[in-house]
């Protein structure tokens, strides 16, 4: 039973899927906990996004600057740069359900003695 922590997977879903592989990880009986900006820059956004949706009991996730972005283009008046890489997710047949998740993910999760979140909390 391990829990593991992961930053800022910015859609680069392949390297995710190489990192588990490396550390063997079981959705039996680990635990994922993704610490922000799991999407855009990476090329596989979407796929990510519904990777740990799909693990759902075994992933927990805060959202971070990025996810905060997609959500603002999602659901408020923003427009993508030309940099931004979640258009997938925006034209995804399940863009509904997958904007419903990121809106019910936390700022910070309390884990064991310590506070999880994206970025920093100022002192
Ligand atoms: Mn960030």
């Known amino acids: 039973m391990s829990d593991y922590l992961i930053g800022d997977i910015q859609g680069c879903f392949d390297s995710l899927q190489k990192l588990l592989k490396k550390v063997a990880f079981s ?3 680990d635990q994922l906990f993704f610490l922000g900006d799991v999407v855009n820059r990476g ?6 996004l519904r990777f740990i949706k799909d693990l759902s009991e075994n992933a927990q996730m805060v959202l971070g600057n990025h996810d ?3 959500l603002a283009c999602a659901l408020g008046d923003k427009t993508p740069s030309n940099q931004d890489t979640f258009s997938d997710i925006l034209n995804a047949k399940d863009k509904v359900a997958l904007i419903d998740f990121l809106l019910q993910q936390p700022l910070v ?5 310590a506070l999880l979140l994206h970025a920093g909390v100022p002192p």
């Open 68 to 70: 905060f972005h997609l």
């Open 27 to 29: 959705s039996d009986k």
């Open 109 to 113: 999760i309390e884990h064991k003695n």
């Open 43 to 48: 090329n596989k956004s979407l796929e990510t």
